[in-house]
């Protein structure tokens, strides 16, 4: 019954369009899920307002946050579990504020109804009542500890405060809540102690109920379960901290045996490569080469923005694509549009593989054979553009004015197949404008950029050129010494 009421109301909340989810009233959607959760048990509603917030678009949560804190801020007319519900989708939200979560919290560790006072007491446990002020937070930890030391109430209640009041505790509320899950531990009644050593567990302290969770982890029960998990977590934990205090050992004995060679500098950094390898958690992932690079390029980059340490690796597939720009591809210069997000081709080059099949500025690749190209890095996108001179691409096409839909759901009449071919990028693109204006379009410096754009200058003075639009919008960059052959067109001689 809770699951098909939990289902249904998800699908109350969730559009069959952007315009349905326009109209959505998010006041009429509250109402209803706050009637619906007066049959749901406390202990269940967590997961009504989980289903609530998940079922709210990106576009509507700051909405459905909005409309809670309207409804939170008249209490009066709010059933406790209907207070429950919101103060849980809310915490669930964004930018909550928690002087007022807390302020609609404290009554209900007074209700009546014990799953109703202990789902609130849980909520509480959230470390981030930790940001109320001083004393809005001394006023939580006293009624947390009021609960906890109640002898009228449910154990659980009681013990569910004290968690509480650990977790949002200093020293001493910390020190009265261990007492109380202590008491628990130290009853006579052996259920009591089994909730006793759970909750100890959960504010880390496994060994004081150690005894109690082995005989409880022997038990066929959901309690008997997560006795197990806990033990065995904790279990790991010490065989993880003994390996670390074995190596960090090793690292010493290491270190105060091994004459290192070098002078005093050199020594440091080699001491600390090896307490990385042997004593960090990621040591065992990061190699010695890759440690030195980022060393290398720490000092680098701490002189100016502009320097930075190249690997070999790095620094061959630097020339390869940037300084001797060929490739095998579909021949298009391409960026993400940054009005749509969409892969666009910004401009085919004129009698490439793209420009023979038809594409043109602004068209959008939207699939590489089955794979989407939407939400993708566009140098992901690239790559599988690129490929061996004569083998074969798929891309599915959308341009403005088709459909959107087909956006998400290309068709097969959108796809054109295109047979990739050896590329090379022209750094230099001329046009003479009207008023004999020249513009040229410099996309990189290339080992050969500035003699391209000399012999470029020479044609466009032969056709009568009056002046120069020097176009650098996209250049990717290139080599410092073509940059200044290129300043060296246009510069008196020694300046």
Excluded at 42 to 69: C, F, Y
Excluded at 381 to 395: A, C, S
């Amino acid at each position: 019954m809770l699951t098909t009421l939990l289902l249904a109301l998800c699908l109350s909340l969730t559009p069959t369009s952007a315009t349905a989810q326009d109209t959505v009233d998010i006041d009429q959607v509250l109402a209803d899920r706050i009637a619906a959760v007066a049959k749901v048990e406390p202990r269940e509603i967590w997961s009504a307002a989980s289903s609530l917030v998940a079922a709210t678009s990106e576009a509507g949560a700051n909405a459905l946050d909005r409309a809670i804190d309207t409804r939170l801020a008249q209490p009066e007319s709010l059933t406790e579990s209907a207070q429950l519900l919101l103060i849980s989708a809310r915490l669930l939200g964004s930018e909550s504020d928690r002087t007022l979560l807390a302020a609609r919290l404290e009554p209900l560790l007074d209700s009546q109804q014990e799953g109703t006072a202990q789902a609130a007491a849980s909520l509480l446990c959230d470390p981030r009542f930790r940001e109320l002020k001083d004393d809005e937070l001394d006023r939580l930890c006293q009624k947390l500890l009021d609960s906890a030391r109640d002898g009228r109430r449910a154990p659980a209640l009681r013990l569910e405060s004290a968690v509480a009041l650990y977790v949002q505790g200093r020293g001493n509320e910390k020190r009265a809540a261990r007492k109380e899950m202590m008491d628990f531990l130290g009853s006579s009644d052996v259920n009591l102690r089994n909730q006793g050593a759970l909750a100890l567990a959960r504010v880390d302290d496994v060994e004081s109920g150690r005894v109690e969770l082995q005989r409880l982890a022997e038990l066929p029960s959901e309690e008997g379960r997560l006795a197990a998990a806990i033990l065995k977590q904790e279990d790991i934990r010490r065989l993880y901290d003994r390996r670390q205090k074995n190596l960090l050992d090793y690292t010493r004995e290491k270190l105060d045996q091994t004459d290192l060679k070098g002078d005093h500098d050199l020594k440091l950094v080699e001491k600390v490569m090896r307490v990385i390898e042997t004593a960090s958690l990621e040591g065992d992932k990061v190699k010695r080469e890759d440690l030195i690079s980022s060393a290398l390029d720490g000092m680098l980059r701490s002189l100016d923005e502009h320097s930075s340490y190249m690997t070999p690796k790095v620094f061959k597939e630097f020339t390869q694509d940037l300084l001797q720009p060929q490739y095998g591809g579909i021949g298009a210069y391409v960026h993400e549009d940054p009005d749509d997000k969409l892969f666009t081709i910004r401009q085919p080059i004129y009698s490439g593989p793209a420009y023979r099949a038809g594409l043109h500025s602004d068209d959008k690749i939207l699939r590489i054979g089955e794979w989407p190209t939407i939400g993708k890095p566009v140098d992901e996108i690239i790559k599988r553009l690129k490929g061996e001179p004569g083998t074969d691409v798929k891309l599915y096409i959308w341009r403005r004015g088709m459909d959107a839909a087909l956006i998400d759901r290309p068709t097969e009449n959108m796809a054109i197949v295109i047979q990739r071919e050896e590329i090379t990028i022209p750094p230099v693109k001329a046009a003479l404008l009207p008023g004999n204006i020249g513009l040229i379009e410099l996309t990189t410096f290339s080992r050969v950029a500035s003699d391209e754009l000399a012999e470029t200058i020479r044609e466009l003075k032969s056709q009568g050129v009056r002046g120069l639009v020097l176009d650098l919008r996209n250049n990717t960059g290139g080599l410092l010494t073509e940059a200044a052959n290129v300043s060296n067109l246009f510069l008196p001689k020694k300046k």
